[in-house]
């Protein structure tokens, strides 16, 4: 049987928090040749639910189907300050006695702290709530830099945006690079981003893309597909067509970054696909990804990631056969 997900929709909400979940567990993309999620929404009460708009949403799932999915999910809650229901502190409690895997996006992690799941536990909420989530629940070590957290059995991530990123993260747990790649392709998404990345870097945002930013995107789309070579800042120029100075000026405005920040993580990607579908030696990988040497691979692979090539190929493996 394919893996169920259950979301919990509430009267009030936006419907982006549960759309996030919808979208990635719900559909079924047509390029992915194996079964996909089972997919449930479900709310309290058999009630219409308001969706913020002016929108109105009707299920026939309750906290029973809720409950049951391997994977279940509080995407956010009404008000962090109001108390969780008994009802929902009951099913997130049964959800994860029986062994499913419990998560949260943004404010939903107040609904798992209510029912005791993340006493002892490392977590992540959005950064604005991160310390009356600290102050209400002393037991839980809050965390409020990264972007999403992995327990386990419990995961929890940081504001509305990032739950995607958390999806993504389950997919590729789920279903392996490969696959979790091809939903980023269909859904116009950067395929990973790693939870220990910051929710949010205090440097501006850059310029909206414009016309003069092509030559830019031609250079990555050439970086992509010769990641295993030397690649410097001449070198994107040129397939850019454009001189070193100035196509450091249109990189800068077109992606937010460095070049050569952006290699690293073109080939800590590339890299992380070889590591969770082959058994070639991480040197071999190294190489492969376009790293200069092991070490510098290893280096940029830890401060990514939190963890070294060959633990997270162990933990990868250890997940999918378990």
């Known amino acids: 049987m394919p893996p169920s997900v259950s979301v919990l929709a509430y009267d009030g909400m936006t419907a982006f928090e549960a759309g996030i979940v919808i979208e990635v567990f719900g559909l079924a993309w047509p390029d992915i040749d194996q079964p996909w999620y089972e997919l449930k929404v479900c709310t309290e009460t058999p009630d219409p639910i308001r969706v913020l708009g002016g929108a109105t949403m009707t299920t026939p799932h309750g906290l029973d189907d809720f409950a049951a999915a391997d994977t279940v999910v509080v995407p ?4 962090p300050t109001a108390p969780t229901s008994p ?11 029986r062994g499913a895997r419990v998560v949260s996006i943004c404010s939903g992690a107040f609904a798992l702290a209510a029912a005791g799941l993340l006493d002892g536990r490392r977590a992540t909420t959005h950064w604005r709530y991160a310390d009356q989530l600290r102050e209400r629940y002393p037991a839980i070590d809050v965390d409020p ?11 929890t991530s940081a504001g509305c945006a990032a739950g995607l990123d958390l999806a993504m993260h389950l997919v590729r747990k789920d279903f392996g690079a ?6 980023a392709r269909r859904m116009v998404i950067q395929p990973y981003r790693s939870g220990g990345q910051a929710q949010y870097i205090e440097a501006p945002m850059p310029p909206k893309p414009s016309d003069g930013d092509a030559p830019v995107a031609r250079s990555l789309g050439w970086a992509l597909e010769h990641l295993a070579e030397p690649i410097g800042v001449p070198d994107l120029a040129r397939e850019a067509g454009l001189s070193p100075r100035t196509y450091l000026r249109h990189f800068t405005r077109a992606t937010g970054t460095t070049p050569a920040k952006w290699l690293i993580a073109q080939r800590i990607q590339a890299a992380l696909a070889m590591l969770e579908t082959g058994d070639a030696p991480v040197e071999e990988i190294a190489v492969a990804a376009g790293f200069a040497t092991p070490v510098t691979f290893r280096h940029h692979f830890a401060k990514s990631l939190k963890t070294s090539p060959s633990a997270y190929r162990r933990t990868f493996r250890a997940r999918r056969t378990g």
Do not use: C, F, K, W
């Open 76 to 79: 956010s809650v009404a008000a």
């Open 87 to 97: 009802q929902l502190v009951e099913a997130l409690r049964h959800a994860h006695d």
């Open 145 to 155: 830099e990264p972007l999403y957290v992995d327990e386990g059995d419990i995961l």
């Open 178 to 183: 490969a696959v979790a790649n091809a939903v």
